[in-house]
Antibody
Framework: QVQLQQSGPGLVKPSQTLSLTCAISGDSVSSNRAAWNWIRQSPSRGLEWLGRTYYRSKWYNHYAPSVKSRITINPDTSKNQFSLQLNSVIPEDTAVYYC??????????WGQGTMVTVSS | DIQMTQSPSSLSASVGDRVTITCQASQDIRKNLNWYQHKPGKAPKLLIYDASRLETGVPSKFSGSGSGTDFSFTISSLQPEDIGRYYCQQYDNLPFSFGPGTKVDIK
């Protein structure tokens, strides 16, 4: 049974970096059939896909244009996990952040969600 | 970017009613559309993928149809446990995008 377990702080100061980690059990971050995604939800923006990382003989990353200049998603094969870093956060980045496994474009397994508040 | 719209934004129906939600894409997305159920405090749950395929373990009361730009999602007999918000999501083009959601309540 595949499970995703998120970790990271729930409060980040404006202009600082939001960092979250998603630990994978029951699958591999290096899988040739899955992609590893970050998605957030806020009242103002609804569900918003942020980006993904995946391995197909080499590593690929794709990011949403809305955050492309500020986001990094990295795999960690030694710990079988992947991470999200969002730089220079603003209050509008306040949201529930989810990691999710993608298979052929569908997000079939989700982490438990992390409420992140951007506030001083 | 592909924009997704849904209607209605909310609905209230009686137990046992047939409920239908529509989703429209701003351009042709073939059948590259998924449906999710989202309950408060929980992660979204994949119900339908590829417009009409039922995810493993999902009750057959849920169904989806459509292709191109127009899609629909149906609950054949609404039950109290179906309360939540339902989202469509396209994966034809990056960035992936979701509809604004439809809130489903029991009357």
């Amino acid at each position: 049974q595949v499970q995703l377990q998120q970790s990271g702080p729930g409060l980040v100061k404006p202009s600082q970096t939001l960092s979250l980690t998603c630990a994978i059990s029951g699958d591999s971050v290096s899988s040739n059939r899955a992609a590893w995604n970050w998605i957030r939800q806020s009242p103002s923006r609804g569900l918003e896909w942020l980006g993904r990382t995946y391995y197909r003989s080499k590593w690929y990353n794709h990011y949403a244009p809305s955050v492309k200049s500020r986001i990094t998603i990295n795999p960690d094969t030694s710990k079988n996990q992947f991470s999200l870093q969002l730089n220079s956060v603003i209050p509008e980045d306040t949201a529930v952040y989810y990691c999710a496994r993608g298979t052929t474009g569908a997000f079939d397994i989700w982490g438990q969600g992390t409420m992140v508040t951007v506030s001083s | 970017d592909i924009q997704m719209t849904q209607s209605p934004s909310s609905l209230s129906a009686s137990v046992g009613d047939r409920v239908t939600i529509t989703c429209q894409a701003s351009q042709d997305i073939r059948k590259n559309l998924n449906w999710y159920q989202h309950k408060p405090g929980k992660a979204p749950k994949l119900l339908i993928y590829d417009a009409s395929r039922l995810e493993t373990g999902v009750p057959s009361k849920f169904s989806g149809s459509g292709s191109g730009t127009d899609f629909s999602f149906t609950i054949s007999s609404l039950q109290p446990e179906d309360i939540g918000r339902y989202y469509c999501q396209q994966y034809d083009n990056l960035p992936f995008s979701f509809g604004p959601g439809t809130k489903v309540d029991i009357k």
